[in-house]
């Protein structure tokens, strides 16, 4: 079975800084897809980028950026130019592509921003 | 466009009762997740319709059930709740064969007393 580690139960950035999150995972599976998700307080998951396990290349989405290591089995979250609304709970997460659209879900990081 | 919405926002329920919980999916979407995320978790995979089947299923016991409608909207069911049954349920819905994120509710909090 996948699983998915957060070992950073809480962070601290100050605004306008860089902070990266990590996560680590655990698979037998060659191809995947993984995901950053974050969730305010409001409670609505929401897609931060995602990584499909054959692209070498990192994903970008504007001030957030990853850095896969499929080798390492690692992929942390880099999110630059830190602002209030960043502060949430993140989620990394793990879909098997060949295995339905099944996530697995990380522990979670809060991320909370100083201004 | 809208997209998936959950209901009830949140309920109240005494242990040994019964609830139903209900999610409609993104326009366009024709499958539908649920998850469970106790306090200060992560969202644990429940089940996933698909057709109007169930497709695969996380390590829930039986008393979690659901079902998915023809026009893709689904319900959970879940007997004989129990405290440890206190959780943000969260549903999700993708295209059954697509790579792409699946798109999140708001989810339905439920407290078991």
């Known amino acids: 079975a996948q699983t998915v580690t957060q070992s950073q139960p809480e962070m601290s950035v100050q605004e306008a800084e860089t902070v990266t999150l990590s996560c680590t995972y655990d698979?037998?599976?060659?191809?995947?897809?993984l995901f950053w998700y974050k969730q305010p307080p409001s409670r609505q998951m929401i897609l931060v980028i995602r990584?499909?396990?054959?692209?070498?290349q990192n994903a970008t989405e504007n001030r957030f950026s990853v850095n896969f290591q499929k080798a390492a089995k690692s992929f942390s979250l880099k999110i630059s130019d830190s602002q209030l609304g960043d502060a949430a709970m993140y989620f990394c997460a793990y879909r098997s592509a060949l295995r339905g659209n099944k996530l697995v879900f990380g522990a979670g990081t809060i991320l909370r921003v100083k201004s | 466009d809208a997209g998936v919405t959950q209901s009830p926002t949140h309920l109240i329920k005494t242990r040994g009762q019964q609830v139903t919980l209900r999610c409609s999916p993104k326009s366009g979407h024709d499958t539908v997740s649920w998850y469970q995320q106790a306090l200060g978790q992560g969202p644990q995979f429940i089940f996933q319709y698909y057709e109007e089947e169930e497709r695969q299923r996380g390590n829930f016991p039986d008393r979690f059930s659901g079902h998915q409608f023809p026009n893709y909207s689904s319900e959970l069911n879940v007997n004989a709740l129990l405290l440890g049954d206190s959780a943000l349920y969260l549903c999700a819905s993708s295209l059954w064969r697509s790579s792409y994120e699946q798109y999140f509710g708001p989810g339905t909090r439920l407290t078991v007393t």
């Open positions: 990584q499909e396990a054959y692209k070498q």
């Open positions: 698979t037998s599976e060659s191809d995947y897809y």
